[in-house]
């Protein structure tokens, strides 16, 4: 097994592949077809939702496979964006204190919310937030499409891909792995390498 990972540069991804990563609306090298991505619509959100400027979005497929094995590892990574969230919220309020000054600016809290990529891809208020898309391109129609648009920046060969932007101007990722324990450890080093950068360009 082969470990590689990008320097902090932006490389394209053909430059650190070292494995075919079947394209979008194609068929892969295993004869199996990738999920083609729904026609972009205009769906509302649903009522009671968190402001669209707040959202910060993680995204699995809406496939059976998709909702037993990549949902549930959504919520993993909802959670480490949660203790972010918390950990710098609690930081600025220490920062204040100190000043002794308060902070009277309404900046929305960061909401990490879990949806599949129906929503995402045909609801416009939701297309344009930042994203992490979990699982397979063959199961998640955002992730094929995230994964064909941004470099592979960590691969394990024959395990898991995480795809990002690292210098954070597109604030999107698509992690992917070939069983639902190196999709864990996807999220365990996206989360330790990236998330810090990732939240602090949305915030």
């Not at 902090?8 to 295993?30: M, N």
């Not at 691969?155 to 999107?172: M, N, P, Q």
């Not at 999709?183 to 996206?190: E, K, P, R, V, Y």
């Amino acid at each position: 097994m082969r470990l590689m990972a990008t320097p902090s540069g932006r490389k394209p991804a053909s430059s650190i592949e070292s494995a075919p990563i079947a394209a979008p609306h194609a068929p892969s090298s295993s004869g199996v077809t990738v999920v083609a991505a729904p026609q972009a619509a205009v769906a509302p959100l649903p009522m009671g939702m968190p402001s669209g400027d707040a959202l910060v979005l993680i995204v699995t497929g809406a496939t059976i496979a998709a909702e037993m094995r990549d949902r549930p590892l959504a919520y993993r990574l909802r959670e480490k964006m949660l203790a972010w969230v918390d950990r710098e919220a609690a930081e600025a309020a220490k920062r204040l204190a100190s000043a002794g000054t308060s902070d009277n600016a309404e900046r929305p809290r960061l909401q990490p919310v879990v949806c599949s990529d129906l929503w995402y891809l045909n609801a416009r208020e939701l297309s344009g937030r930042p994203a992490v898309a979990i699982g397979e391109p063959t199961c998640n129609a955002a992730t094929a499409l995230i994964s064909n648009r941004l470099p592979t920046v960590f691969v394990i060969e024959g395990s898991l891909r995480v795809h990002a932007d690292v210098e954070f101007i597109d604030l999107r990722a698509a992690l992917w792995a070939v069983s639902a324990a190196a999709t864990a450890s996807a999220i365990d080093l996206f989360a330790e390498r990236y998330l810090d950068g990732f939240m602090r360009s949305i915030a």
